[in-house]
């Protein structure tokens, strides 16, 4: 009788494909889920900065440089153009008011200057001729009224006594007609030759004045040529020091020629310069600050120049108090010019993670220490110290500042001692 024989269900082979085909699930699970995770990286403790957040007093403000100045300066220009001839003092002396610098020559203007002077002596003598004449002529005039007056009064007292003789019929009427029209006829040569001497009076004191006038004129001329010959010799205008002098001896300066500056020493300003991308929010009482030989001084916009060169424009900013007593002219100092008041704000220091997050997101460390992981954040106002933290993150978290440049997409960082 035959056996039926049962067929087995678990051999080798098939045992060995499952197997495989197992194997291959579990390498690509595997792989998915490794890969579907977080990318991490570990990072060297030693090699990153970490700051903690804090709260504390924000003040947006930007350094700037600037040139230490007197706070008045007097510019020396060539009044008249010239040759230096002589120098009294060098660069960097102290002056007094009026006090020579510099001796020009022009033999142009002196020349003028004696031309004008012979021409006022002319006109003063031309003068002198013409009063001469008006009393000589007057004298004359005066002579010639006294005959007038003579005659007239000899002629009246004729007719008068010519008029009661002829009332008396002592004389014929053609001797009292004869002396009444000699009367007459002096009587209007009187009147004829007061005129004349009106006439003439007025006439003389309208020419003296047009001289007089003329005088005074070429006068007040000669005067002004004799300053310009006088500005030949250049003198200080205020106290102060004398900085900058250009002018050496035998060299031609032109009119108007820059030839120094007087600097007035009684305190000094600060020349700021600022970039322009700042242009907005500068004006005038704006306040800053610098540190010198240890010490903090405040100081105050006083003069905004609008003009922008090279991207940059200035200010004039003066000491609040007094100025420091080591400040000299042309010491550079670094000033914190404030661009807001100063408010309570929570603060993140300045580094190197914003140049790849724009301030966007940050890597924040938990709180072993062990791990950092990446948030987002928003940023706010900045000084050259800190960053205002508007969101995403709070006092007391430690984040990484240090540059993220090796890090490109991680999304962890493992901390490594």
């Keep these: 009788m035959d056996r039926v024989i049962e067929k087995k269900k678990w051999n080798t082979k098939r045992i060995l494909t499952i197997a495989g085909i197992a194997g291959i699930v579990l390498l690509i699970a595997g792989s998915v889920y490794f890969t579907s995770g977080k990318s991490k990286l570990n990072v060297d403790t030693e090699r990153i900065s970490v700051s903690e957040i804090k709260k504390g007093a924000f003040q947006e403000f930007i350094s700037v440089n600037g040139i230490v100045l007197p706070v008045t300066t007097i510019y020396l220009d060539a009044m008249e153009g010239g040759r230096v001839e002589e120098k009294y003092v060098e660069d960097g002396a102290m002056m007094k008011k009026d006090q020579p610098i510099l001796r020009l020559s022009n033999t142009d203007l002196e020349l003028q200057l004696a031309n004008q002077e012979t021409q006022v002596f002319n006109v003063l003598t031309q003068m002198q001729i013409s009063k001469n004449n008006a009393e000589q002529n007057s004298i004359n005039r005066q002579n010639q009224d006294a005959d007038v007056d003579n005659a007239l009064k000899e002629a009246e007292r004729i007719y008068n006594l010519?008029?009661?003789?002829?009332?008396?019929?002592?004389?014929?009427?053609?001797?009292?007609?004869?002396?009444?029209?000699?009367?007459?006829?002096?009587?209007?040569?009187?009147?004829?030759?007061?005129?004349?001497?009106?006439?003439?009076?007025?006439?003389?004191?309208?020419?003296?004045?047009?001289?007089s006038e003329s005088y005074q004129q070429m006068k007040r001329t000669l005067a002004l040529m004799r300053k310009k010959v006088g500005d030949l010799i250049v003198r200080a205008p205020v106290d102060g020091q004398l900085t900058s002098l250009d002018a050496e001896i035998g060299e031609n300066k032109n009119k108007g020629q820059r030839l120094g500056q007087i600097d007035v020493m009684s305190g000094f300003k600060v020349r700021v310069d600022i970039?322009?991308?700042?242009?907005?929010?500068?004006?005038?009482?704006?306040?800053?600050?610098?540190?010198?030989?240890?010490?903090?001084?405040?100081?105050?916009?006083?003069k905004v120049y609008t003009?922008?060169?090279?991207?940059?424009?200035?200010v004039?900013?003066?000491?609040?108090?007094?100025?420091p007593e080591t400040v000299r002219r042309g010491q550079t100092l670094q000033i914190r010019l404030a661009l807001s008041e100063e408010t309570q704000a929570v603060l993140v220091p300045k580094g190197g993670f914003y140049q790849q997050t724009g301030g966007n997101w940050i890597?924040?460390?938990?709180?072993?220490?062990?791990?950092?992981?990446?948030?987002?954040?928003?940023?706010?106002?900045?000084?050259?110290?800190y960053y205002e933290v508007l969101s995403g993150l709070k006092p007391g978290d430690k984040v990484i500042t240090s540059s993220y440049e090796n890090y490109g997409n991680m999304q962890e960082l493992i901390l490594k001692k």
């Design 162 to 211: 010519n008029k009661k003789l002829y009332e008396q019929k002592v004389i014929g009427s053609q001797e009292f007609q004869s002396s009444k029209n000699l009367y007459d006829y002096q009587l209007r040569r009187k009147r004829l030759t007061e005129q004349i001497m009106k006439t003439d009076a007025t006439s003389m004191k309208q020419q003296v004045d047009q001289m």
């Design 275 to 302: 970039d322009e991308h700042y242009i907005s929010r500068i004006f005038t009482g704006l306040e800053g600050n610098c540190d010198v030989a240890g010490k903090t001084y405040k100081l105050k916009i006083k």
């Design 307 to 314: 003009q922008v060169a090279n991207g940059r424009f200035q």
């Design 316 to 323: 004039d900013m003066e000491f609040t108090d007094k100025a």
């Design 363 to 385: 890597f924040k460390v938990n709180e072993n220490g062990t791990v950092a992981y990446k948030v987002d954040i928003q940023l706010g106002r900045q000084n050259p110290d």
